[in-house]
């Protein structure tokens, strides 16, 4: 793999671990998408195969088991054509965060209260899923983008966490390529905006056409990044052939991504609240400003 193993356990519960994660931001109704996140999920349960996911959360968030039967039932009561609101939590362990992860939740939009919310679907991958086809992966994240009105997204090893513990924040600090982005925050206000750089990073048409288009975005990145329209909408840019971590303490602060971070700057998201923690036990603004601005300093 291209980013090191991480893992921080307590006795025999893993409480940070390593991943690879799918994240799309979605600018379009709930109700509105309804064709396009049920193929979208079904696109996922064969991706990652059936196997893989054995539980779903019912409304009380309480674990209960999934298969095909129960998936036709969730179908059409989370997914009805009446419904304004709705989602699904899919996962391979009750409690086993190196496992596959699925949630989405979408709402009416706009929102009143928060015109910048977008609705979020997440993917988490396990390390062992992906050893060896990161390509593979990939190629998956760009066929499922195709189908999703996303307004931003992106691919990017991370950290899965049992909680958000400070734990966390010296390893994230070392590996820059590491993403630390809590989406479930970023979603309630990044409107247009693109969430960070990453290994695929997902330009909506707005983000698009604010970089100037295809032509004039693509003349000013550098060699070893690719940039290429998407099916349906929006360019996917891809930095290198794998998701790469950096590593402070080895000099590596991933040159590639620092250039691509000032051509993407304009359309960037920084906060306006707080979802990382630095020494201390609080979510800290300033910690999370100093961390999306990793590769602008």
Not at 255 to 266: D, E
């Amino acid at each position: 793999m291209s980013w090191p193993f991480l893992e921080c356990k307590e006795g025999e519960r893993t409480f940070v671990r390593d991943c690879l994660v799918i994240h799309f931001f979605l600018d379009r109704s709930h109700a509105a998408m309804r064709p396009a996140l049920l193929h979208a999920i079904e696109m996922i349960i064969q991706f990652v195969g059936s196997s893989s996911i054995k539980w779903y959360l019912d409304e009380e968030g309480e674990p209960q088991p999934f298969d095909q039967d129960e998936w036709s039932r969730l179908r059409d009561e989370r997914f009805s054509p009446d419904a304004s609101e709705g989602g699904l939590r899919l996962l391979g362990s009750e409690d086993d965060i190196a496992s596959f992860y699925f949630k989405y939740w979408g709402w009416e939009l706009p929102r009143s209260k928060l015109p910048g919310w977008r609705n979020l679907l997440q993917i988490r991958l396990p390390r062992e899923f992906v050893q060896g086809r990161v390509q593979e992966a990939a190629a998956f994240a760009q066929q499922l983008g195709a189908s999703l009105p996303f307004s931003s997204g992106y691919v990017s090893s991370a950290l899965a966490l049992l909680s958000r513990q400070r734990v966390y924040w010296g390893r994230g600090l070392r590996y820059p390529g590491i993403d630390l982005l809590n989406p479930e925050t970023a979603c309630t206000e990044i409107a247009e905006h693109i969430p960070g750089v990453y290994w695929l990073t997902f330009l909506g048409p707005c983000s698009l056409e604010a970089l100037g288009g295809i032509a004039a975005l693509g003349s000013q990145l550098p060699m070893g990044v690719t940039l290429s329209p998407m099916q349906g909408h929006g360019a996917v840019l891809q930095i290198g052939a794998e998701p790469q971590s950096g590593d402070i303490n080895r000099g590596d602060n991933l040159p590639l991504y620092r250039a691509v971070a000032r051509v993407l700057a304009p359309q960037l998201y920084f906060a306006t609240r707080a979802h990382l923690l630095s020494e201390g036990t609080n979510p800290d603004l300033d910690a999370t400003l100093n961390w999306q601005q990793r590769f602008l300093d």
